[in-house]
């Protein structure tokens, strides 16, 4: 299975993911990338991308990240996060790109960078616990 093949069902099967809207752009061991296209609600009161915005998609692209170094068997759950804003994030479209720094048997360290529009405007440091998943 493929890094991108490995990684698809964690975007498919979020709901809330899938309610915010963002996409999979590809998908590395290692690494994985993503976009979102800022719509209205995607704001806060100032017209700033929200921060919950920023930070969701920095802790889910660094999990999938992480989830390309896992078995197949296990799945990504957040144990640790911490965001920095660097600037106000205001524009058409968020990228993100996430790399895990330092791959684990039970907890993973990745990074995760967001730009709007180019422009640099978070950097997410988390670590990520390596868990069983319940096969339904």
């Known amino acids: 299975m493929t890094p991108l093949e490995r990684v698809q069902p964690v975007f498919d099967r979020a709901p809330f993911i899938q309610l915010v809207g963002y996409e999979l ?17 995607h704001l806060q009161q100032h017209g700033y991308v929200h921060a919950g915005v920023l930070t969701t998609m920095a802790d889910h692209t660094g999990g999938s990240a992480a989830t390309t170094l896992i078995p197949e068997t296990a799945s990504i759950l957040t144990a640790q996060l911490a965001i920095n804003f660097l600037r106000a994030a205001r524009g058409g479209e968020l990228r993100c790109r996430a790399q895990v720094i330092k791959p684990g048997r039970t907890l993973s360290v990745t990074e995760a960078d967001v730009h709007c529009d180019g422009s640099h405007v978070a950097r997410l440091h988390a670590t990520m616990a390596v868990v069983e998943r319940e096969l339904a």
């Open 25 to 41: 752009l590809g998908a590395g061991v290692g690494w994985v990338e993503t976009a979102l296209k800022v719509k209205p609600h």
